[in-house]
């Protein structure tokens, strides 16, 4: 009998020479349903990108697959799950394959866009902002979930200063 991975809920938008990475949990419903990230409409996710000038105007969801020209890329902590954070089983993050991803294509900067992965991913994280751990020469960055869920934590200001951090001339990335 053979055994297959199940599919992926959302491809990843990987390839190396990237500037930017973001990493979320895991593909909402609305998401899942769409084949898109950061699909729901209360979802400040594509807003952000636009108001920080990471994008030069606001992409729908569907679009996703042209952040590559703008060397921003995709990717989730559970690519065989969807939901809610709080619906999704213990062994949902794959942490290990996030790290081969980003080993294999070595983004400048890989942006959680919450907490909750940051957490899954590096154990613990105090703040949001540019953390002092890297996976290998990709730097690490924290960011306010841009879900409508988690409002109430919502701040535009870490968005603008990633923003900031991947305009920065090369002779400024230490």
């Not at 949902?92 to 900067?109: G, M, N, Q, Y």
């Not at 960055?141 to 990633?162: I, N, Y």
Request: aromatic content about 8%; glycine content about 8%; hydrophobic content about 45%.
């Amino acid at each position: 009998m053979l055994h297959t991975m199940p599919q992926t809920i959302l491809p990843d938008l990987l390839q190396p020479g990237l500037t930017l990475v973001f990493c979320g949990t895991a593909a909402g419903r609305r998401s899942a349903a769409e084949g898109a990230y950061y699909a729901h409409p209360g979802n400040l996710f594509w807003r952000a990108l636009h108001e920080t000038g990471l994008t030069p105007h606001r992409f729908a969801p569907a679009e996703f697959r042209q952040l590559l020209t703008l060397g921003i890329g995709l990717t989730d902590l559970a690519k065989h799950h969807m939901g809610n954070d709080d619906e999704l089983p213990r062994d949902a993050f794959d942490v290990d394959a996030l790290r081969a991803r980003i080993a294999l294509h070595t983004p400048r900067v890989l942006a959680f866009t919450s907490k909750a992965a940051a957490r899954a991913a590096l154990g613990a994280v105090t703040g949001y902002g540019l953390q002092q751990e890297r996976f290998g020469e990709t730097r690490l960055f924290v960011l306010p979930s841009p879900s409508g869920q988690a409002r109430g934590h919502w701040s535009l200001t870490p968005w603008s200063e990633l923003a900031a951090l991947v305009r920065e001339p090369a002779q400024l990335r230490a």
